[in-house]
């Protein structure tokens, strides 16, 4: 696991939904369903790279509102259905790492954990992140809009819930 830049409470989100556990890992594993429902609402997903394995990664493009974003994940570990760690970054066209198209000094990697537990057919994923390799500036910005991040996230799972309800009819 990715050493965490310094022991401070990152981010945390907690979600349900109705449907099996490997229904929702599934989400995440292939282009197709991670196109569907990733990013923020509105937007359009086209997934450029999808190398869902330990050491892979997936270099996809978001459109939407006149903008037009690269982002990149880079996949640490993946257990079918119970875990996926990643490491989030913005992208360029290539695929490389850049800054935050925002005006901050936002850190260029952000650990991501995403756990999955099942009971009675209803599926908890708890998300869990914090910045890594970055300077004490890009980490007092990520802290100062983690209610930003709550709120994009909580669009992003709203989307991952219609996503589950439209495949499972």
Request: hydrophobic residues 35%; aromatic residues 14%.
């Given at each position: 696991?990715?050493?965490?830049?310094?022991?401070?409470?990152?981010?945390k989100?907690v979600?349900?939904?109705?449907?099996?556990?490997?229904?929702?890992?599934?989400?995440?594993?292939?282009?197709?369903a991670?196109?569907?429902?990733?990013?923020?609402?509105?937007?359009?997903?086209?997934?450029?790279?999808?190398?869902?394995?330990?050491?892979?990664?997936?270099?996809?493009k978001m459109?939407?509102?006149?903008?037009?974003?690269?982002?990149?994940?880079?996949?640490?570990?993946?257990?079918?259905?119970?875990?996926?760690?990643?490491?989030?970054s913005?992208a360029?066209?290539?695929?490389?790492?850049?800054?935050?198209?925002?005006?901050?000094?936002?850190p260029?990697?952000?650990?991501?954990?995403?756990?999955?537990?099942e009971?009675?057919?209803?599926?908890?994923l708890t998300?869990?992140?914090?910045?890594?390799?970055a300077?004490?500036?890009?980490?007092?910005?990520y802290?100062s809009?983690?209610?930003s991040?709550?709120?994009?996230?909580g669009?992003?799972?709203?989307?991952l819930?219609?996503?589950?309800?439209?495949?499972q009819?």
């Amino acid at each position: 696991m990715e050493q965490q830049t310094e022991k401070r409470e990152g981010l945390k989100i907690v979600r349900q939904f109705k449907a099996p556990r490997t229904l929702v890992f599934d989400a995440f594993a292939s282009p197709e369903a991670f196109s569907e429902w990733w990013g923020p609402a509105g937007s359009q997903l086209s997934v450029e790279r999808f190398d869902f394995k330990p050491g892979g990664s997936t270099h996809y493009k978001m459109e939407g509102n006149g903008h037009v974003m690269w982002g990149l994940f880079q996949y640490k570990t993946i257990q079918r259905a119970d875990l996926l760690e990643f490491i989030n970054s913005f992208a360029d066209s290539e695929g490389n790492i850049i800054t935050s198209p925002f005006p901050m000094d936002f850190p260029l990697e952000v650990f991501n954990q995403i756990t999955l537990e099942e009971n009675g057919g209803i599926t908890t994923l708890t998300l869990q992140g914090h910045p890594i390799n970055a300077t004490q500036a890009q980490i007092e910005t990520y802290y100062s809009i983690m209610d930003s991040m709550h709120q994009g996230f909580g669009g992003t799972f709203d989307q991952l819930e219609g996503y589950l309800e439209k495949i499972q009819g």
